[in-house]
């Protein structure tokens, strides 16, 4: 293990200092910036057309997709009647283990037959010696892993900077609502996970779209769906998962030292793939057991430092809440009134939780379960966590701190940093941590959805799962050196690209959903 280890390093180093040297040289990311921009513009207008809103000559846009994503969470909230406020306890009650043995009952999940060495499932998402797959919590965290980052941190700056204090509650609602669409789409992950020879679990939805729709006579609709979101998921995985994650991560860590060269950047890029390598070549057990340890810690210290904001100035809550329910329905003229506000709580959530897009099942697929709504149930929490606890504080901070009067021209992270270090002086470090942290987490399970997907067009091998990999930890150097503002845009437009046929799968096996869902209520005694 320690010799694949340290050929797999050294196969990244080499190219990744090349490229460092490069592009300090010759500008190698206006290069790649200029080639793609075509490409872009064209891909990001088409995924990104928007409504636009503009009463008394006043303008807000949100794109269609956005607003998809946002119906398809209401229509899916209502189908299961309020599932994410009724089963929120049962939720909190599978993650800590309460069912655990009804659900390692000897009834099979569907038809498949999972082949156990030496009594372990080979490659899946688990801790070493523990029998059998992810626990419910090693699931969550995986998942989370990938959709509490930054987003959480600029994205809420953005959208107060934008549409005001009342923006906080529109995200909250879509937060709530986005609950019900990972319900969906994580039990269908289950539902219609593979099973190589080998063990190893390959889920997402590829294979829901593919296998789930063969079943409803649809099988030449659901391959080309299929292959449409893995090449889209592919793509997002080396765009918005990992070169913007290792872009913002880098810009922070180099701020925060005083750095201004773009070798310090290239170098903080090294630096951080290798640490991807070292995670990702133990496959997704590594990525598993290293997402349950590092994201309850970097969400339990932004919590911590937000939480000492708010008591330190307790008697400006009242107040806050206050401007958050009076501007959700009210909301500054600049920004198109109400249905501006609306927009902008709406869009920031979709970005940070990506509720219906699809990504999260992948990571819950392969769960230890004999029930796949069981991990849908627990999938539910995540947008909970990240978009009405993380995204919530976030915002409280900022309100508390009056940031959201006079943002003294910063926005995103920087205006974040600045409302907690009002406060907290020394806080820019503790937020460089977070950041590096959530980008880091980030990474390793975007770099699993990525090869999943690899893997599915590609086929299933060792050369084609190391190829990918290499790719992937050359890709974080570049994200971290270079300016590549087109190339962000572009894979942005593929993640939620993928909305698009995980969306159509997911209506056309609603039915099977509810299925799963009336089974497992019974097979726990809850109606």
Same mark, same amino acid.
């Given at each position: ?17 090349? %490229? ?162 990972? %319900? ?242 020394? %806080? ?100």
């Amino acid at each position: 293990m320690k010799k694949r280890l340290l050929l797999f390093i050294a196969t990244i180093i080499v190219p990744m200092l090349a %490229f460092a040297q490069d592009n300090v040289e010759r500008g190698l990311d206006e290069r790649i910036n200029d080639a793609v921009t075509p490409a872009t513009a064209f891909i990001f207008n088409i995924v990104f057309y928007p409504w636009t809103y503009g009463p008394n000559g006043d303008t807000s846009t949100m794109p269609y997709v956005i607003i998809l994503l946002l119906t398809a969470a209401t229509i899916f909230t209502i189908y299961f009647g309020f599932i994410n406020i009724r089963r929120f306890p049962l939720a909190i009650n599978v993650v800590r283990g309460k069912y655990d043995d009804i659900e390692g009952s000897d009834e099979p999940l569907g038809k498949v037959n999972v082949n156990v060495v030496d009594g372990d499932i080979v490659d899946t998402i688990k801790i070493e010696g523990e029998e059998g797959e992810v626990s419910h919590f090693q699931a969550l965290t995986a998942a989370l892993s990938g959709t509490v980052g930054l987003g959480n941190i600029s994205g809420v700056a953005i959208a107060i900077a934008v549409g005001g204090p009342g923006a906080t509650f529109w995200m909250i609602v879509a937060g709530l609502l986005g609950m019900s669409s990972k %319900f969906a789409e994580c039990t269908l992950g289950v539902k219609y996970r593979d099973i190589g020879p080998d063990g190893t679990v390959y889920g997402g939805p590829m294979y829901y779209l593919s296998k789930g729709l063969k079943e409803k006579g649809m099988a030449g609709l659901g391959k080309v769906l299929a292959i449409f979101f893995a090449i889209m998921c592919i793509g997002g995985s080396f765009g918005g998962g990992n070169m913007f994650q290792a872009n913002q991560a880098a810009a922070q860590f180099n701020s925060m030292i005083g750095a201004t060269s773009g070798s310090a950047g290239a170098i903080f890029g090294i630096v951080m793939a290798i640490l991807v390598a070292i995670v990702i070549i133990g496959g997704i057990k590594r990525i598993a057991s290293v997402t349950e340890k590092v994201v309850p810690f970097m969400v339990g210290i932004y919590f911590i430092a937000a939480l000492i904001v708010i008591v330190m100035s307790i008697g400006q809550l009242p107040a806050a809440f206050g401007m958050i329910f009076e501007g959700a329905f009210t909301g500054a003229g600049v920004t198109g009134g109400f249905i501006g506000v609306l927009i902008q709580g709406f869009r920031r959530a979709a970005f940070s939780n990506e509720a219906g897009v699809g990504s999260a099942a992948i990571a819950h697929s392969a769960v230890k379960t004999k029930y796949a709504a069981s991990e849908g149930i627990v999938a539910l929490l995540e947008p909970f966590i990240d978009t009405v606890v993380v995204c919530t504080i976030t915002a409280l901070v900022i309100i508390i701190t009056g940031f959201h009067v006079d943002t003294n021209g910063l926005g995103g992270v920087d205006l974040t940093s600045a409302a907690f270090a009002s406060v907290i002086p020394w %806080f820019p470090y503790v937020l460089t941590l977070a950041v590096v942290l959530f980008a880091f987490s980030t990474m390793i399970s975007w770099s699993y959805y990525g090869l999943q997907s690899w893997l599915y067009l590609f086929g299933r091998s060792k050369t084609n799962e190391y190829i990918y990999k290499v790719l992937f930890c050359i890709f974080v150097v570049i994200g971290a050196a270079a300016s590549l503002g087109a190339v962000t845009d572009f894979s942005d437009s593929m993640i939620f690209a993928m909305a698009i046929p995980n969306l159509i799968g997911v209506f056309l096996l609603l039915p099977r959903v509810r299925e799963e869902l009336t089974r497992y209520l019974k097979a726990i005694g809850l109606k």
